[in-house]
């Protein structure tokens, strides 16, 4: 308590003094009348306060969730309280209990957001979502960190239901997912499966949804759901096809693998496309029917419209042709093999290939892709019979020489006899030739043929007897040549001697120390001189002309 | 005899300490002679002030202990807890000193502080006796009232701490800005009561002072 004094000095008058306060030393307070009285504006803040408890009240009794139950066969992965109903991976409720029930599944009862009640409806449909590898795809990885859920996709129907079945397997699409589902109807299934995926320009645009048999057994029913925006590809005149593993093709145009992708190899695939030609632009109709092809090719074919079939009867073997094989016109193909058959003719009693062809006359040209309505049997015919009188044969050729596939060529042979077709004969018959290879066998056969004419023993005959002669005559040079040895060759070496005698003494004469060759030197040597002189007097007589008539003068001067 | 200042008429200044004599015509609206500022024999509107903001407490207290006060999420549950529910579950799993100090902090302490200002309220209308006990409980009401705020500061300092999305996440929930709120109120509502209103009750003769 030292501060004890330093407080009662500054208190001024000491505490202890009684009595009233000197009223001469307290100031009078001012009289403040302008300030107003706004004390009851602080009941804001409890009215702000009960309007928030309110709202906050009314939020709690707005999100009461519905309550529903769910049947599933299994409870693996769901949790009491931990388990999420989601739509759209977005959280709409939660699970509240699970329960085993008096069958064999178990009943999850759970809670749904009050802002997703109103998608609880008649056709709602539940699953749960679990890690699955399908369809090439791996969906719901996420849940094997989060654990599984229940994922919901909600119905369109009107009125709410409370109690449901879950399902086993996700639904292959949502009601909610935009695009179309469309049937194909094929021979048998092949290894498309639900969730195969459905292919466009090899982009994925789709899956398979459901595949059955047909009611009678003879076909499989597809569905196939194409997502928008791509389903408006899908028009009247689409091609779906298999694509489906690996299709290796081994025809006259060669050895071709197709595959569309790795997914498809493993696991099947359909694509579609629209042929180019077809003149069919609007998207299809939902639910609309196609025929599912084993492959692009078949699929692409289709496209003609117009088939003209005719026979062709041939005189040699159709080794090498089959079903299916192209019919080229001048190297373009506008048809294919359609029948290959023995025709017998009880008459003639010969048996003989018929092949049957269609071809395409729209493939022939634009032109003629306009003509219209071609199958006026009449006309055909006596089209026929033009292009046939200005040489019109069919022929086989060989397309692949490796492996001997053959298909059947249309060309001109303008020195071909003229033939007249048969008018009343349905399918009509187009001439044929022997063909290419075929053409070439007959050559080679010919040549050999003619070979066989060939008088082999009289040749051989001649010969020896050429050989024989040939004999003799060399006989008789052998003998002149011993002539030569004994006779001519001791003279020509006498001779041979005698001029090599007259040589040594040639030499002899031109040695470098022979007297004629000393002579000579000397003689040169005089003439050398004398030219010497005549130079020292032609120069004398250059300098001094006039030595000629005055004579030499001395060098001094 | 005690004399409050109140009753002899005398007014001090809350800014600059004069003492001033009130004006004759009381109670008026007056200033300090020396600085000018407002005089007030007790804190001004002191009832209507504590007792609005003791209904707004009250209002914002149920929503408080009724709606969930932190929501945690982790990889494999997501759970939400109101402030009572959480202390039963730190019970459950043995954290029980957390629990009771939860329990105490955030739900025992602002109700009872809320209780005993209504109880001073009611009691300084009525004259009730006991001025010198009821001073005391103002003191402790005062006293510990901000440590209700423990709770929140728990709660800001998980949020700030957990945030491994989405392995694990700690989030408020509608409960905590409301219980923010109770803590504040009950707060400001203990400084705008006037303790010294409980003492008027025991002097004879006394004038009310509570609205100037």
């Known amino acids: 308590m030292a501060d004890a004094p330093d407080n009662s000095e500054r208190r001024g008058p000491p505490p202890e003094q009684p009595g009233p306060v000197p009223q001469g030393d307290v100031p009078e307070a001012v009289a403040d009348a302008r300030r107003s009285r706004w004390a009851p504006l602080i009941w804001v803040i409890p009215v702000i306060a009960l309007g928030v408890a309110a709202w906050l009240a009314l939020q709690g009794v707005l999100n009461i969730g519905t309550a529903i139950e769910i049947t599933f066969n299994s409870g693996e992965g769901l949790e009491a309280g931990r388990t999420r109903i989601k739509y759209r991976d977005i959280d709409i409720g939660i699970v509240k209990a699970i329960e085993l029930t008096d069958g064999p599944n178990i009943l999850v009862k759970a809670e749904i957001n009050s802002k997703a009640k109103h998608l609880v409806v008649e056709d709602t449909r539940f699953w749960v979502v679990r890690p699955r590898i399908t369809g090439g795809q791996a969906l719901g990885l996420g849940t094997i960190l989060t654990g599984s859920h229940i994922a919901m996709d909600p119905g369109k129907s009107g009125p709410s239901r409370r109690s449901f079945t879950g399902l086993e397997q996700p639904p292959a699409i949502t009601t909610d997912a935009p695009g179309r589902l469309f049937t194909l109807r094929a021979a048998n299934l092949g290894s498309v499966d639900v969730g195969s995926p459905v292919y466009f320009r090899r982009v994925r645009v789709g899956k398979t949804v459901s595949t059955e048999l047909d009611k009678e057994g003879k076909g499989v029913v597809i569905q196939v759901f194409v997502n928008a925006p791509y389903d408006r590809f899908v028009t009247a005149g689409t091609r779906f096809w298999d694509v489906s593993g690996v299709a290796i093709a081994l025809d006259s145009g060669g050895f071709r693998v197709e595959t569309e992708s790795l997914t498809a190899i493993v696991i099947g695939g359909i694509a579609f496309e629209t042929p180019p030609q077809t003149r069919v632009t609007a998207p299809a109709a939902p639910d609309t029917a196609f025929t599912l092809f084993s492959n692009r090719d078949s699929a692409m074919k289709e496209i003609y419209t117009i088939k003209d079939s005719y026979i062709l009867y041939f005189t040699h073997s159709v080794r090498g042709l089959s079903v299916g094989a192209p019919v080229n016109f001048l190297g373009v193909e506008i048809g294919e093999v359609t029948s290959i058959d023995l025709d017998f003719n009880r008459e003639q009693g010969s048996v003989r290939p018929a092949v049957g062809i269609v071809i395409y006359p729209e493939r022939l040209s634009a032109r003629m892709r306009e003509r219209g309505p ?72 010919n040549v050999a043929k003619n070979l066989e004419k060939v008088p082999f023993a009289e040749v051989a005959a001649d010969f020896r007897k050429a050989a024989t002669e040939l004999e003799a005559t060399l006989k008789e040079m052998s003998a002149l040549s011993a002539q030569i040895r004994t006779d001519i060759a001791p003279e020509v070496r006498a001779t041979l001697g005698d001029a090599r005698a007259t040589l040594e003494k040639a030499q002899i004469l031109l040695a470098e120390d022979a007297p004629l060759q000393g002579d000579l030197q000397t003689t040169l040597r005089e003439v050398r001189r004398a030219a010497q002189a005549v130079r020292g007097l032609a120069d004398s007589l250059e300098r001094h002309p006039e030595s000629l008539l005055r004579g030499r003068k001395d060098d001094t001067q | 005899m005690t004399v409050m200042a109140a009753h002899a008429g005398l007014l001090t200044c809350e800014l600059c300490g004069l003492l001033n004599r009130g004006p004759a015509a009381a109670p008026a609206p007056s200033s300090c002679a020396r600085c000018g500022s407002a005089l007030h024999a007790r804190k001004p509107d002191s009832f209507i002030r504590t007792w609005a903001l003791l209904a707004a407490a009250y209002a914002l207290y149920i929503p408080a202990n009724v709606l969930p006060v932190l929501e945690t999420q982790s990889l494999v549950e997501q759970t939400t807890d109101t402030i009572l529910g959480g202390a039963i579950r730190l019970w459950s799993q043995g954290a029980w000193p957390l629990s009771v100090v939860i329990v105490v902090a955030s739900f025992a302490v602002p109700l009872a502080k809320m209780f005993i200002l209504t109880w001073l309220l009611v009691s300084a209308r009525l004259d009730a006796p006991g001025a010198l006990q009821r001073t005391r409980l103002y003191r402790v009401t005062d006293f510990i009232g901000r440590w209700s705020m423990v709770d929140i500061y728990v709660g800001g300092l998980l949020i700030g701490l957990v945030q491994f999305y989405p392995f694990a996440d700690v989030s408020v929930g509608p409960a905590a800005p409301a219980f923010a709120a109770v803590v504040v109120l009950t707060m400001l509502a203990s400084r705008a009561f006037d303790p010294r209103l409980l003492w008027d009750a025991a002097v004879p003769g006394r004038r009310r002072f509570d609205h100037g």
């Open chain 1, 374 to 445: 071609t199958d006026e049997p009449g006309r055909r015919v006596e089209a026929l019979q033009r292009w046939v009188d200005r040489g019109l044969r069919a022929q086989l050729s060989t397309g692949n020489l490796l492996t001997g596939q053959a298909y059947v060529a249309l060309n001109f042979f303008p020195k071909e006899p003229r033939v007249k077709i048969n008018a009343g004969q349905t399918p009509p018959e187009i001439p044929t030739v022997p063909g290419g290879f075929e053409e070439l066998q007959n050559t080679v056969t």
